[in-house]
């Protein structure tokens, strides 16, 4: 129920229905728009709510895709053939196949977009027709451009078709005659035939109009030109238009016999201009709603308010071209606070702000969108009552006061629980002592009626009745003292100061008059205001302060969770370095036993010396003690690692006793070489020898030469050597991150400078580099041969030649490795 009648004029709904007029294709959307309807109706609006808003999201998703256009309105047409004689025209049946067209398009759209995601669009094409048997029948009878086909009936074709021979017997005759009077100089050269009153002609100059027979049918405006129909084609004419005559019957033959094929579809057709309409309507609802940024909020089914960021989308659309921005309004009424008494300056925003409310709430029960935050909460009421603006009367006699008294007294009769009362400027209008006490006697029957509201006031009285009053709350409209102007902000909780001295001194009235006024009103009125200011502006500076703490706590919780982000990224990366790490290093430890075994075949192959055998076992032997027993912590970093150089068997040296000693060695045993260190197993046996793989690498070596291990042994072994490349992998590691690929020896004396080049040369070979450079000058040319001396006895080194002439020549060897 609305009240009054004409409520909708004032808070411009009419203007909402022009603009949605305004976006309808056809007359069939904009019929919709005037059938718009408050409803109180808690499942017809929710349904209303959904449709446009799965609209709005198919508008958002696939706005080139929705079918829209030839939304023609053929009910006129259709209803008028239910008279029987009476049939549709060319026109009329290429309307109803565009707009039946139209209907299946639409159709075929939203049933191929899952039911679940809109079902209530589903809903709406669930029972629509889309006559597939009548386009069919419309398409054999006109074609593209919506005329009747030659072929829309055999007669029709035949009638046609000796038109067509008629005329083109005419116009053989009409030019040989034309060129006749042309070479006679009855007619000028670049005339031709022409059509007059149906009938094809020849210009001819009056004065030559009986040099050729024929029967004259029309002059030009000017009298300059007669045209003339020659006597040789005048009974063809006759025929060509009993022939037009006999296709205009049997055009109109089709058209009645398809009138009478669609009249039984009537009723069907006219639910499809039905759901053309609706489709048209919910578009125009969708894109008014993208034009405000409306939503579809949660709509409870209980009588409620709890609106954030709310904007008044007529003044939304008006700022938006002014380049303005507008200041939305929170608001919230519930079972607690139904009543809204709001107060403040003029000018301040208090009536756009009842507007606001009146207009939404009126949108959102009609079934449209609203702009609001998508955290707002909306109910629904079954009565919206309204006293906004001047109501006088002239003709029945009724002022401004008594208008509202008028309004008052319904409200007061007709309002419960489920109303939401709408009051601009309540009580004025009368002598304020009086009408402050009829307003708050007034409000009081409200409450007691357990009414909702928002109410808009100066009266002071009233504002004390709020603060006391349970189920009515105080609100004001925010002023800035310091510059003096409206900030339309509304603030729920205490009562607004309406700013009358600050107001009147920024005018310009007289400081004199004003502090005469304030000396009649009294100290305790200026006080009270004065306090109210006061509240309000600490109120807003607490609440900016509350802010900036959010805003803050908000940038910390970012910081924090970026923080956190790049944690873990560094842990993960972490991870991705200790890997790769160990793959490096086991490779690396792979590389040097092969290498070892590599060594061992190529010391067995040269027969070693004795004295270079137990050399290289001591230098592993002093190797592994300083690995074993100095911590990882103490070790002199600034020596490379020695990669342990292979070793043959020492004969002259006693073999370890082992466990496995006098195992019998068969295929697949494990076993290595007296004396060495390096572990293989048996993988073929002849006679004295057997066929061993150390690792990659096969050897074939004599049983005598073999000793078996035990597999506990072999473990304790492998976890040692483990534990060993794992200590020389992180030098290894190190040694590459610092490496040159230069040394400068010069000025040393000759055993540092091989002690530096091996150390250098070692380094190179475990990096892994392609070449360096060993800078040791010219002199005397010992330093240089010592050195090359070394580089050609190492394992590992291609080549070494003296540098390029202007990169230092012979003062500087570059050794390249394979």
């Known amino acids: 129920m609305l009240y009054p009648d004409h409520f909708e004029q004032k808070i411009a709904f009419t203007t909402i229905r022009q603009l949605l007029k305004d976006k309808c294709v056809s007359t069939l959307g904009e019929e919709k728009v005037d059938e718009i309807q408050f409803s109180s109706d808690y499942a017809d609006v929710m349904r209303l709510l959904s449709q446009t808003d799965e609209m709005l999201r198919v508008l958002t998703t696939n706005a080139d895709e929705l079918p829209i256009g030839d939304f023609y309105d053929v009910r006129p047409a259709l209803s008028r053939i239910r008279v029987e004689g009476l049939f549709l025209d060319e026109l009329e049946v290429f309307d109803l196949r565009r707009a039946l067209e139209a209907v299946r398009l639409l159709v075929a759209f939203l049933t191929k977009h899952e039911a679940e995601v809109y079902p209530h669009l589903h809903e709406l094409v669930s029972e629509v027709e889309t006559f597939p048997l009548i386009v069919n029948r419309i398409d054999a009878i006109l074609n593209k451009f919506g005329k009747i086909k030659d072929n829309a009936s055999p007669e029709l074709a035949r009638i046609r078709k000796d038109i067509f021979q008629v005329q083109s017997g005419i116009s053989r005759t009409l030019n040989s005659i034309l060129r006749q009077a042309q070479a006679d100089g009855y007619v000028e050269k670049d005339v031709a035939p022409t059509m007059r009153e149906g009938r094809l002609v020849i210009p001819v100059s009056p004065a030559f109009k009986r040099k050729v027979n024929g029967i004259v049918h029309d002059e030009s405006a000017t009298g300059k030109t007669v045209f003339i129909e020659p006597q040789q084609v005048v009974e063809a004419n006759n025929r060509v238009r009993e022939l037009e005559g006999e296709e205009r019957r049997e055009v109109m033959r089709i058209l009645v016999d398809f009138t009478n094929f669609v009249r039984p579809y009537t009723e069907s057709i006219f639910s499809s201009q039905y759901f053309l309409g609706q489709i048209d309507f919910l578009r125009a609802k969708a894109l008014f709603g993208l034009d405000i940024k409306a939503i579809k909020p949660r709509v409870d089914d209980c009588c409620q308010l709890e609106w954030a960021k709310a904007i008044h989308p007529l003044l939304f659309l008006s700022l938006k071209k002014q380049g303005k921005e507008i200041v939305p309004l929170d608001i919230t009424l519930n079972e607690k606070q139904r009543i809204l008494l709001i107060s403040g300056p003029n000018a301040g925003g208090k009536s756009v702000c009842l507007k606001t409310v009146v207009l939404l709430q009126y949108m959102l029960q009609c079934g449209l969108l609203v702009p609001l935050h998508d955290s707002s909460r909306a109910g629904i009421y079954e009565r919206l009552f309204i006293d906004i603006g001047d109501e006088q009367s002239i003709e029945n006699d009724l002022s401004t006061y008594s208008s509202h008294l008028l309004n008052m007294k319904f409200f007061i009769k007709n309002s419960n629980p489920k109303t939401l009362l709408l009051i601009d400027e309540f009580g004025t209008g009368t002598e304020p002592m009086i009408g402050g006490a009829i307003a708050e006697a007034t409000l009081e029957r409200f409450n007691q009626n357990l009414a909702f509201g928002v109410i808009t006031t100066h009266y002071t009285n009233l504002k004390h009745y709020a603060e006391d009053a349970e189920g009515i709350v105080n609100g004001a409209m925010l002023y800035d003292r310091q510059h003096l102007q409206p900030l339309f902000q509304l603030s729920i909780g205490n009562p607004g100061s309406s700013f009358a001295v600050e107001i009147a001194r920024k005018i310009g009235l007289p400081e004199d008059l004003i502090a005469e006024a304030a000396e009649k009103v009294g100290a305790e009125h200026l006080d009270y205001d004065k306090h109210l200011q006061d509240i309000v502006r600490d109120k807003r500076y607490w609440e900016n302060k509350r802010q900036q703490i959010r805003q803050k706590e908000k940038r910390l919780e970012e910081t924090l969770a970026k923080y956190e982000e790049e944690m873990a990224g560094i842990d993960k990366q972490r991870k991705e370095i200790t890997n790769k790490a160990k793959d490096e290093a086991k490779n690396l430890l792979n590389e040097a036993n092969a290498k070892i075994e590599n060594t061992i075949r190529q010391i067995k192959e040269a027969e070693a010396e004795k004295v270079r055998t137990q050399a290289v076992r001591k230098e592993l032997d002093d190797f592994k003690k300083k690995i074993g027993n100095e911590p990882e912590t103490g070790r002199d970093r600034s020596r490379p690692v020695q990669i342990p150089k292979p070793i043959h068997k020492d004969r002259s040296r ?165």
């Open 654 to 818: 006693p073999v370890p006793t082992s466990n496995a000693e006098h195992e019998t060695l068969k295929i697949g045993s494990n076993v290595r070489m007296k004396g060495q260190t390096a572990t293989g197993t048996i993988i073929e046996m002849q006679d004295k020898q057997a066929l061993v793989a150390f690792g990659n690498l096969k050897s074939t070596v004599k049983l005598n030469q073999l000793e078996a291990i035990s597999n506990n042994q072999l473990k304790k072994e492998a976890r040692k050597y483990e534990s060993l490349g794992s200590t020389a992998t992180d030098e290894v590691r190190q040694r590459k991150l610092t490496f040159q690929s230069e040394i400068d020896v010069r000025g040393m004396r000759g055993d540092e400078a091989l002690q530096a080049v091996m150390y250098f040369i070692d380094d190179a070979v475990m990096v892994g580099v392609a070449s360096v450079r060993i800078l040791h000058g010219t002199g005397t040319g010992a330093l240089r041969q010592m050195i090359r001396q070394y580089l050609g006895t190492t394992h590992g080194i291609r080549t070494y030649r003296d540098e390029h002439i202007q990169f230092g020549g012979a003062g500087v060897t570059v050794v390249e490795f394979e």
